[in-house]
């Protein structure tokens, strides 16, 4: 939740009048494991169920992230040709993309700690 209050991503708002779709969400709990396998930290993600909208073509409701077999490939390349390989991680990068439609969600259920 913090990088979503960071980034501006919604405003609490009361509830519309009328027939406003408003969409469900989940908390999801995920590990990071350090070296040895012991659980080292704990990273909370904040998902609106966006794929239960009405009117949204089902195309329309993934997150693009890169197949299992392009890294095999360019890593397999990489090696074959003596390249160093280098990584990059955009820190909270969807919560920057800009809404066409405004889409209103219930408040979740968490608590921020800082």
Known sequence: MSAHIA?????WVERPPGRVEILTNS???SNKHN?????AQNKPRLVVHGNRQGDM???E????TIATETICIMLSLGAAHDREIRT????SAFLNAELEEEVYTYQPNVRILK
């Open 88 to 91: 990059i991680d955009f820190k």
């Open 7 to 11: 980034n501006n991503t919604f405003t």
């Open 27 to 29: 908390g999801i709990l």
């Open 57 to 59: 073509p089902l195309q």
């Open 35 to 39: 070296e040895l396998g012991e659980i």
């Open 61 to 64: 409701t993934y997150a693009p």
